[in-house]
């Protein structure tokens, strides 16, 4: 799942304002992983998913926007390519976005059997399109038959059951590993009217209600698909893992409620997202809730030592495969099948010189670094109101005006701009907000386009920009899970921050080169944000690091673009709505002094 906040799933905090039977019963009959972390955004999650090495550890600690020029290390073999060399029959459907600008980067040169799905980040659900070009491929060919009338969850759903049903048809006694990495529900907002009408009519928002379509529609995939295993006489000997790849955005519908903050942000609610696991039967693993620390990183060791624990179980001949070096996952098989201790004692959630956003959690001790995003804590969003403050009273009357005004922005902006680019504008919205919080209140927590980051640099390296110890925050999460108490205040913490400070730069010892994933190199095509367009050989590094510029800057001047327009929707409305008003009060006065004076 894409953007899935902690409240998004109904088995982590019910009640919710999302209705998802059959992930429930899942959940119900698996594992519940309730200290499950991930990176704040979609690339560097899915880097840690894909070489179990947190992001800062593969170059790869920002988010894939634009048109990137950079993907993954070669030279770090990831877990298709390491579960296709244990015999496994390897496809992947869905969401890549980890880089395709040649095609060694793209998913049939890193172990995939088979690829259907975007390079990209997102796309509009129905016309599979992002910006200029459709973002739709099967392997490296371009779908160019477009059906804009069908859901790309629906899409992906069926092709994904059309694999399992092949696969035990011709292979049946060979494994099968299917990465769906669904799209939904990343905005923008869309999905089939009959989720709109059916459990989520009742949502009173509009944001949130849509939201909860695109939840119910995939819900109903995953149905599909668990489906089609057991129609294959494959369910039994399944092992199931579902995960968002970070926090939701509340904007979007994608609540973290009860934590602080939202996706890309360090907080908690950025980070901490829905995720369960189901083992086959026959494995007598535990079900229920598991408490101990799990980081996305950890999936790859894990998966493997299952594999090469039931394939030297199975009669079938072992297979030699490599095994992967310079891990940060760690094997949590043992763990997760007793409920024993986590094996996991510590875990990098974020660490981004670009953003100068770093997050560590060491126990039940967290340590922020630098900007950690936006420093709002919002209430789950079961009333009208998207934006309320989870705590109205910690809030002045000014900040909660605010919300109320940029909630009625975003409301404006549905009915002026299209999809997907009013999301464009209600984030510039929020962060504009959010900044001008930090302005009133003396703070620096915004984590984009201020003073405090880097957007005039597109490579960097930690040995020489690391993350420093200011602006440090503590927390102990484990009592103070919204991150309201600052322990890093009290002189008693000071040891505390120290400790967690040291732990987590050995981390960063052995990193390569970071990239900042958004650099917008001037020859490239209009095309190059939805497929391959230089050659295998291309210096990517070097291109890097020449002249161009981040596409987050370009995005500074969108942002002011769109702030100015959405500002001027905003006079004209209150023109519009105050004029009459002030003429007819006018006119009003006028009528009573009239009668007043002939009344005299």
């Not at 698996?30 to 840690?48: K, M, Q």
């Not at 793209?106 to 459709?134: E, M, N, Q, W």
């Not at 989520?200 to 149905?223: E, K, T």
């Not at 299209?418 to 504009?432: G, H, N, S, T």
Request: net charge negative; glycine share 6%.
């Amino acid at each position: 799942m894409a953007d899935t906040g902690f409240s998004a799933a109904p088995h982590m905090t019910p009640p919710a304002t999302v209705f998802t039977p059959h992930m429930d019963a899942l959940a119900r009959e698996g594992t519940t992983l309730r200290n499950y972390y991930t990176h704040p955004t979609c690339t560097p999650s899915r880097a840690a998913l894909m070489t179990g090495r947190y992001a800062h550890n593969t170059g790869m600690p920002f988010p894939l926007i634009g048109k990137p020029l950079s993907g993954l290390p070669l030279d770090v073999p990831l877990l298709p390519e390491l579960l296709h060399a244990r015999g496994y029959s390897t496809h992947l459907v869905g969401k890549w976005h980890l880089g395709h600008s040649k095609h060694a980067f793209t998913p049939l040169a890193r172990g995939y059997d088979t690829f259907f799905g975007l390079h990209g980040g997102g796309f509009d659900h129905y016309t599979k399109s992002i910006g200029v070009c459709v973002d739709l491929w099967e392997g490296t060919v371009h779908v160019d038959a477009i059906n804009a009338s069908e859901h790309a969850t629906s899409l992906f759903t069926d092709r994904a059951v059309k694999i399992i049903r092949r696969h035990a048809a011709e292979l049946p006694d060979a494994p099968l590993f299917l990465t769906l990495s669904y799209t939904a529900p990343h905005d923008p907002l869309q999905a089939d009217p009959p989720y709109l009408s059916g459990a989520c009519a009742g949502v009173p928002n509009l944001i949130r209600r849509r939201f909860c379509a695109m939840m119910a529609q995939l819900d109903d995939g995953i149905a599909h698909v668990t489906a089609a295993l057991r129609e294959s006489g494959r369910w039994d000997r399944t092992l199931l893992i579902l995960t968002s790849d970070n926090g939701g955005m509340q904007y979007v519908g994608g609540s973290p409620f009860p934590l602080r903050g939202e996706k890309s942000m360090a907080w908690d609610g950025g980070v901490r997202v829905p995720a369960f696991v189901r083992a086959p039967p026959s494995w007598n693993w535990h079900s229920g809730d598991y408490n101990g620390l799990v980081h996305i990183a950890d999936w790859l060791p894990t998966i493997l030592s299952l594999v090469d624990q039931h394939s030297s179980n199975s009669t079938d001949t072992p297979v030699a495969a490599p095994a992967p070096t310079k891990l940060d996952g760690v094997d949590l098989s043992e763990a997760l099948s007793t409920n024993g201790d986590s094996p996991r004692r510590a875990a990098v959630l974020q660490l981004d010189v670009f953003l100068n956003s770093s997050a560590y959690r060491s126990g039940c001790l967290k340590l922020v670094l630098g900007c950690a995003g936006d420093r709002m804590a919002f209430a789950e969003s079961n009333t009208e109101r998207l934006l309320a403050p989870a705590d109205p009273s910690a809030e002045p009357a000014w900040v909660r005006a605010a919300l109320l005004a940029e909630e009625y922005a975003f409301r404006l902006v549905e009915h002026v701009v299209q999809p997907p680019i009013d999301q464009f504008v209600k984030y510039v919205i929020a962060l504009k907000m959010a900044q001008l919080r930090d302005v009133v209140e003396g703070t620096s927590h915004t984590h984009v386009l201020t003073r405090w980051q880097r957007n005039d640099i597109a490579v960097a390296s930690l040995a020489s920009m690391p993350p420093a110890l200011e602006r440090a925050q503590l927390f102990d999460v484990c009592v103070d899970p919204r991150e309201d108490f600052n322990l890093a205040r009290d002189p008693a913490h000071a040891a505390d921050v120290e400790r967690l400070f040291a732990e987590f730069s050995a981390t960063w010892a052995h990193a390569p080169t970071q990239f900042a994933g958004d650099v917008v190199y001037e020859s490239a095509p209009s095309t190059a944000g939805c497929g391959p367009w230089l050659s295998d050989d291309a210096d990517v590094e070097a291109m890097l690091a020449a002249p161009g510029h981040p596409f987050i800057r370009t995005f500074d001047r969108l942002a002011r673009f769109a702030l100015v327009l959405t500002m001027g929707f905003v006079v004209a409305v209150a023109t519009a709505v105050c004029v009459p008003c002030v003429c007819l009060c006018i006119c009003c006065r006028r009528r009573a002094h009239s009668k007043k004076v002939k009344t005299s």
